[in-house]
């Protein structure tokens, strides 16, 4: 469609498709076409490329700036990763433990995935890979308890970093949602002056419930921000863009594959120029 | 719900006796919000919409129903003609018969695989496990950790081989537990994954399994075509376990592929515990589709 010279009804259909194949959702995509059409009007673009750069910005402009991490006055970052089943969040809690490290700060990493299979081996990977020191108890543990057990860990070492790995669970499991929130609550009563970042690990692949998740996860626990992963696919991520519209939740980082590196900041443009190629 | 959304707008039409252009315009709107809305793919959506107006519009609708009512049935029956007429039977052959999983990442393929070596064994097969996932961390111990809860037998070979030498070992006897059905699972990969993708349809060459079965997540959205399409290009697979249906997502995923490959679902696995793993149902899914 961007290839074409000419601007007519199809055009816009087609540019709407692709905000549906890019799982925007029907209700983003009509809105954000409409309003490029409205803008059309007033500023015609002069070519294809231009009608593209309008689409990008527009993309662009519905999601919310990430707040730049570091800029705080606490000693010690508590991130807690929290979503569904195979999204993402051990592995992205490896490479956290690779950033942070690689800046030079002390890293905990608490093993609160109490429940799965080899959920605490994967973890213990991770922490070994990246010098992270890791909290652990026994599978079947109570996972509030490894989380106050890590605090303590983390305010004895004076860590820079505490990263909270939890057990995935759909959002609609209510006695599962209420235990994350127990995990949460003795991190701000031991950690009140840490500066606590409650992160949900999205699937790129992830279509409409995405939106249902950041909801649920929201209301339940109280959400910081996103982190998408898997973006290395043909998935194009543009539930954020209705998770953003309705939570004003921005997205943090992204996950780009499986090493410890693939770790990169949310950039609007960057990520609605992808979108789009 | 789709029907609701029916009710209303035609409603106001039910004197006619039968569907008409004007009334499939609205009509085809509404299904196409709904199936968006469910996760179908755009193009099935398109596909479905343009099946179900020639179906409406023509003679083989019941006289009986309000325009309405017809709609939603054609609607229905398309959906439930395309996620296929019957459940689809896995037929375990000769002994040792092999089950390959394959799939992307976090799809739940591990889990799947204790799951189906329990059900196997409740009919009586005898089950070996192969943990063939060398890439991800503690993945092999997950497996085993999986088999040890359920007594059954786990393979995971050598330090430092590779998944070919572990699965090729297995089933060519190198266990010593003689099973009638030997599962493989295999790490996730990203279908544009050239090397991994060439190394699966490598492992699918040595192995010769019976069967090759699609993981794939029910809350995947327009990006599952994509997904099943290459793996069924690459592999041929017979079908699909879909994962993760005790949530709320509406699985229109399921259909795309279908539709797109023509591959049944064959199993749905409904949490996260070793018994909620069944034989797929086609009316159940078209149903949780329509919401
Ligand atoms: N390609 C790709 N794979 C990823 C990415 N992030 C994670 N993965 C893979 O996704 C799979 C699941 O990752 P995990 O870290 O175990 O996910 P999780 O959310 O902790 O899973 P549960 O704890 O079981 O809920 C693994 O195979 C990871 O290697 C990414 O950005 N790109
Ligand atoms: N709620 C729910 N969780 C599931 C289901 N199937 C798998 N899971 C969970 O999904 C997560 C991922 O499952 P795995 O079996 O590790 O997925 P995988 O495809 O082997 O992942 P990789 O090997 O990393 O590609 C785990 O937390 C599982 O417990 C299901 O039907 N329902
Ligand atoms: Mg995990
Ligand atoms: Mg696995």
Same mark, same amino acid.
């Not at chain 2, 266990?175 to 099973?179: D, I, V």
């Given at each position: 469609?961007?290839?074409?010279?000419?601007?007519?009804?199809?055009?816009?259909?087609?540019? /709407?498709?692709i905000?549906?194949?890019?799982? $925007?959702?029907l209700?983003?995509?009509?809105e954000?076409?409409d309003?490029?059409?409205?803008?059309a009007?007033?500023?015609?673009?002069g070519?294809?490329g231009?009608?593209?750069? $309008?689409?990008?910005?527009a993309?662009?402009a519905?999601m919310?700036p990430?707040?730049?991490?570091?800029?705080?006055?606490a000693?010690?970052?508590?991130?807690?990763l929290?979503?569904?089943?195979?999204?993402?969040?051990?592995?992205?809690?490896?490479?956290?433990?690779?950033r942070?490290?690689?800046?030079?700060?002390?890293?905990?990493?608490?093993?609160?995935?109490?429940?799965?299979?080899?959920?605490?081996?994967?973890?213990? +990977?991770?922490?070994?890979r990246?010098?992270?020191?890791?909290?652990?108890h026994?599978?079947?543990g109570?996972?509030a308890?490894?989380?106050?057990?890590?605090a303590?860990?983390?305010?004895?070492?004076?860590?820079?970093?505490?990263?909270?790995?939890?057990?995935g669970?759909?959002?609609?499991?209510?006695?599962?949602m209420?235990?994350?929130k127990?995990v949460?609550?003795?991190?701000?009563?031991?950690?009140?002056?840490?500066?606590?970042l409650?992160?949900?690990v $999205?699937?790129a692949?992830t279509g409409?419930n995405?939106?249902?998740?950041a909801?649920?996860?929201?209301?339940?626990?109280?959400?910081d921000g996103?982190i998408?992963?898997?973006?290395d696919g043909?998935?194009?991520?543009?539930? +954020?863009?209705a998770?953003?519209?309705?939570?004003?939740?921005?997205?943090? $980082?992204?996950?780009?594959? /499986?090493?410890?590196?693939?770790?990169?900041d949310?950039?609007?443009?960057?990520f609605a120029?992808?979108?789009?190629? | 719900?789709?029907?609701g959304?029916f009710?209303?707008?035609?409603?106001g039409?039910?004197?006619?006796?039968?569907?008409?252009?004007?009334?499939?315009?609205e009509?085809?709107?509404?299904?196409r919000?709904?199936?968006?809305?469910?996760?179908?793919n755009?193009?099935?959506v398109?596909?479905?919409?343009?099946?179900v107006?020639?179906?409406a519009?023509?003679?083989?609708?019941?006289?009986?129903?309000?325009?309405? !009512?017809?709609?939603?049935k054609?609607?229905?029956?398309?959906l439930?003609?395309?996620m296929?007429?019957?459940?689809? !039977?896995?037929?375990?052959?000769?002994?040792p *018969?092999?089950?390959l999983?394959?799939?992307?990442q976090?799809?739940g393929?591990?889990?799947?695989?204790a799951?189906?070596?329990?059900?196997?064994?409740?009919?009586?097969?005898?089950?070996?496990?192969?943990?063939a *996932?060398t890439? %991800?961390?503690a993945?092999?111990d997950?497996?085993v950790?999986?088999?040890?809860e359920?007594?059954? *037998?786990?393979?995971?070979g050598?330090?430092g081989?590779?998944?070919?030498?572990?699965?090729?070992?297995?089933?060519?006897?190198e266990?010593?537990?003689?099973?009638d059905v030997?599962?493989?699972?295999?790490?996730?990969?990203?279908h544009?994954?050239?090397?991994?993708m060439?190394?699966?349809?490598?492992?699918?060459?040595a192995?010769k399994?019976?069967?090759?079965?699609?993981?794939? *997540?029910?809350?995947?959205?327009?990006?599952?075509?994509?997904?099943?399409?290459a793996?069924?290009?690459?592999l041929?697979?017979?079908g699909?376990?879909l994962?993760?249906?005790?949530g709320?997502?509406?699985?229109?995923?399921?259909?795309?592929i279908?539709?797109?490959?023509g591959k049944?679902?064959m199993?749905?696995?409904?949490?996260?515990?070793?018994?909620?793993?069944?034989?797929?149902?086609?009316? %159940?899914?078209a149903? %949780?589709?329509?919401?």
């Open positions: 469609v961007f290839g074409r010279g000419v601007f007519d009804d199809e055009t816009w259909d087609e540019l /709407e498709e905000l549906i194949g890019a799982d $925007m959702g209700t983003a995509a009509t954000i076409i309003r490029i059409r409205r803008d009007l007033r500023h015609p673009p070519d294809s231009e009608l593209k750069e $309008m689409l990008q910005a993309i662009a519905e919310i990430a707040p730049i991490l570091g800029k705080h006055d000693s010690l970052t508590v991130i807690f929290v979503g569904v089943n195979g999204t993402g969040k051990t592995t992205t809690a490896g490479k956290l433990a690779r942070f490290a690689d800046a030079g700060g002390t890293v905990v990493i608490a093993a609160a995935d109490t429940f799965r299979a080899a959920a605490i081996e994967q973890v213990a +990977v991770w922490a070994d990246t010098g992270a020191y890791l909290v652990k026994k599978r079947g109570d996972s308890a490894v989380a106050y057990d890590a303590a860990a983390a305010k004895a070492r004076g860590a820079d970093y505490l990263i909270i790995d939890t057990a669970r759909l959002q609609t499991k209510a006695p599962l209420e235990e994350l127990k949460k609550g003795v991190l701000t009563r031991e950690l009140p002056e840490a500066h606590l409650s992160w949900l $999205m699937d692949t409409q995405g939106l249902a998740q909801t649920a996860f929201a209301e339940k626990i109280g959400l996103l998408l992963t898997k973006l043909t998935a194009k991520g543009g539930i +954020v863009v998770v953003a519209r309705a939570t004003g939740l921005p997205v943090v $980082m992204l996950g780009t594959g /499986e090493t410890e590196a693939d770790l990169i949310f950039d609007s443009n960057n120029a992808a979108l789009l190629d | 719900t789709l029907a959304r009710t209303d707008i035609l409603a039409i039910r004197g006619r006796g039968r569907v008409d252009e004007k009334d499939i315009a009509a085809s709107r509404q299904i919000l709904a199936l968006l809305e469910a996760d179908v755009f193009k099935v398109k596909d479905i919409v343009a099946d107006k020639n179906l519009l023509g003679e083989s609708v019941l006289k009986s129903l309000t325009p309405g !009512q017809q709609v939603v054609v609607l229905r029956d398309e439930a003609r395309v296929g007429e019957s459940a689809v !039977q896995l037929k375990i052959g000769k002994k *018969d092999v089950i999983l394959t799939g992307l976090g799809s393929k591990t889990t799947a695989a799951k189906l070596a329990l059900l196997l064994r409740r009919e009586g097969k005898k089950v070996l496990l192969v943990a *996932d890439y %991800r961390p993945a092999q997950q497996l950790s999986l088999g040890a359920l007594n059954v *037998d786990v393979w995971r050598k330090t081989q590779t998944a070919i030498d572990i699965a090729a070992a297995a089933v060519h006897g266990s010593g537990t003689q099973p030997v599962i493989v699972d295999t790490a996730g990969r990203l544009i994954d050239n090397d991994l060439a190394e699966i349809v490598a492992l699918k060459s192995v399994p019976g069967h090759i079965l699609f993981v794939a *997540d029910a809350m995947i959205g327009q990006d599952a075509v994509n997904q099943a399409s793996f069924d290009d690459a041929d697979f017979e699909v376990i994962t993760k249906l005790d709320d997502a509406r699985g229109g995923a399921a259909l795309s279908k539709r797109v490959t049944p679902i199993f749905v696995s409904t949490g996260e515990k070793p018994q909620d793993f069944e034989v797929f149902h086609p009316d %159940r899914m149903a %949780r589709i329509l919401g």
